[in-house]
């Protein structure tokens, strides 16, 4: 039955307390399913989800859901008199499907919410701003745009003093000071500072993405997210920084580079006190301390702490390379690896080592390189006990005690441990030469081993031996036997490499594999002249010169020239008077 007047009244009042108390905790983060804009950010909302669920007893305010602007309002002290209060079963065909979307069958108690729903599927932006001609599906959202015109930012956070043009955002702002994470997941337990981080976190489990873009079809599981996109196929970066002028196409992006020019980092780990710039960057660092890996590959079944990290390795598998340089047309997984990669062509090495003043393309190169100056070798392997300087190393190693070459190539079948590998042997297919020397117009089929060639032309040896001082021109052992790598080898009895066949051992890793072949009969290396084929690259590159006629070692002294290394060291030998090591021309 119907409530008589005294009744309504009361129930007025207890409405009017509710929700009260409802902003007055802060519990203002729950928003409708179709009312993400809402023009208090938030509160009043909380009841409005329970009207669209048609729960009884559910009050709403039509103006708010047809997204008219109660100006001077706050859900504390909304004129309930002024705007006509409902209960369900008091709408006009109650229990039935009034509200209808014809194409998909979702049922509304109201045609606002409707026309709401519609517009979030069609993409219908009916509302424009004056004064920048930006677009929006919702009044509310649009009213809250033009803040950022007067910049009404008048809720300040009481610790670090930012300002926000919403109550319930300075609430969700400083969780990030408290550490407060109210919002939990029922899957996976991970907690959240805000409703709608929690509803984006839980599409992650389902793989709901109901953003799509309407250019390329990609789907995203929020707005934000798709509108960053959009900005990939329309070029637009409105995010400008003030002290460089780099330019961003979201807001999030602009403030975590800012951070890098004032050296805030407010995200600090818990555990061990790192901080970081973004809390993203927070995030995927505490999995390193719980080991935890929420991103699950469904094709091979592989984890990841992050979600970006699970989107480029799903590019192994599919072979998407969306990131393609404009001047080679080389193509990339990663945008950062494009970024790098641009740096070969501008010639650009902004890394630079203190020690020898050795310069590098990224970051990650520069550390490596550090390392040979303090011998550190962090990473171990638990089976033979042999020490990298690097984690990618010691995964790459792990591989020759397991067999594992997870790598195939799709032109003729042949498997490797390393994927660079593989990349390298497809150019052998294609016959692609890249890295070409500017003094002498050799080209390489590696970016390493341009620069190793370059060492012919200065005659530059900067590693040297710690155990007897001996210099090299080179570091590692492949393709260059004659290194520093190879040399320390010498100083220690270990040989960790065994073949199974015969029970012979090695030192090196390159010897072991070299060795494998004479098992096998395999000779990889063919030469296109003349048919020849080698056991390794080293042998096969010496016989190439006996067609080219190419002479790469000078002797200073004299100027004569030699096709191989030891015939140029054995000569200089006749210089320095040691008659025992002399040649035949």
């Not at 409005?48 to 009050?59: C, F, L, R, S």
């Not at 301390?289 to 469904?298: M, V």
């Not at 190169?365 to 033979?384: A, N, S």
């Not at 200065?458 to 036997?481: D, L, N």
Request: with cysteine; net charge positive.
């Amino acid at each position: 039955s119907l409530l008589n007047p005294s009744q309504e009244n009361l129930y007025r009042s207890v409405m009017r307390e509710t929700i009260r108390n409802l902003h007055a905790v802060g519990k203002v983060e729950k928003l409708c399913e179709y009312e993400e804009d809402c023009l208090w950010g938030g509160a009043f909302s909380q009841t409005h989800e329970i009207m669209n669920k048609g729960t009884p007893g559910a009050v709403s305010c039509e103006r708010h859901v047809c997204g008219e602007v109660l100006d001077g309002h706050s859900p504390g002290n909304v004129p309930f008199r002024d705007h006509s209060i409902h209960k369900p079963y008091e709408y006009p065909g109650y229990g039935e499907k009034s509200r209808i979307c014809k194409e998909h069958g979702e049922t509304f108690r109201s045609p606002q919410c409707l026309d709401k729903y519609e517009r979030t599927r069609t993409g219908e932006k009916p509302y424009e701003c004056s004064q920048c001609n930006k677009a929006f599906r919702y009044l509310s959202s649009l009213q809250n745009h033009k803040r950022i015109h007067t910049r009404d930012k008048h809720h300040e956070c009481k610790q670090c003093g930012k300002t926000f043009k919403r109550h319930s955002n300075v609430q969700v702002h400083e969780r990030s000071h408290t550490g407060e994470k109210p919002y939990v997941c029922k899957l996976c337990g991970k907690a959240f500072t805000s409703y709608t981080s929690l509803r984006t976190h839980e599409r992650s489990h389902t793989g709901e993405k109901p953003y799509v873009c309407k250019l390329c079809g990609k789907a995203f599981t929020s707005y934000t997210s798709l509108r960053a996109h959009e900005r990939s196929h329309t070029g637009e970066k409105p995010y400008v920084c003030k002290l460089c002028g780099k330019a961003f196409t979201s807001y999030t992006s602009l403030r975590t580079h800012e951070r890098r020019h004032t050296g805030e980092k407010p995200y600090v780990c818990k555990l061990c006190g790192k901080a970081f710039t973004s809390y993203t960057s927070l995030g995927a660092h505490e999995r390193s301390h719980t080991g935890e890996k929420p991103y699950l590959c469904k094709l091979c079944g592989k984890a990841f702490t992050q979600s970006s990290d699970l989107q480029v390795h799903t590019r192994s598998h599919t072979g998407e390379k969306p990131y393609s340089c404009k001047q080679c047309g080389k193509a990339f997984t990663r945008s950062s690896n494009l970024h790098i990669h641009k740096r070969i062509h501008t010639g650009e090495k902004p890394y630079t080592c203190k020690q020898c003043e050795k310069a590098f393309t990224c970051s990650g190169h520069l550390q490596m390189h550090k390392r040979t100056h303090t011998g550190e070798k962090p990473y171990l392997c638990k089976k033979c006990g042999k020490a990298f300087t690097q984690f990618n190393s010691l995964q790459i190693h792990k591989r020759i005690h397991t067999g594992e070459k997870p790598y195939v190539c799709q032109q003729c079948g042949k498997a490797f441990a390393r994927s660079s590998s593989l990349h390298i042997h497809e150019r052998t297919h294609k016959g692609e030469t890249p890295y070409v020397c500017k003094q002498c117009g050799k080209a390489f089929i590696w970016s390493s081993s341009l620069p190793r060639h370059e060492v012919v032309h200065t005659g530059e040896k900067p590693y040297v031996c710690k155990q007897c001082g001996k210099a090299f021109s080179h570091y590692s052992r492949f393709p260059y036997p004659n290194s520093l790598r190879t040399h320390e080898t010498l100083h220690s009895e270990e040989k960790p490499y065994k073949c199974k066949q015969c029970g012979k051992a090695f030192r090196k890793n390159f010897s072991f594999l070299l060795h494998e072949r004479i098992h096998t009969g395999e000779r990889p290396y063919e030469c296109k002249q003349c048919g020849k084929a080698f056991r390794d690259r080293c042998s096969f590159l010496l016989h190439e010169r006996s067609h080219t006629g190419e002479r790469p070692y000078e002797c200073k002294q004299c100027g004569k020239a030699f096709a191989h290394s030891s015939h140029l060291q054995a000569h200089e030998r006749i210089h320095s008077g040691d008659s025992q090591w002399r040649i035949s021309k």
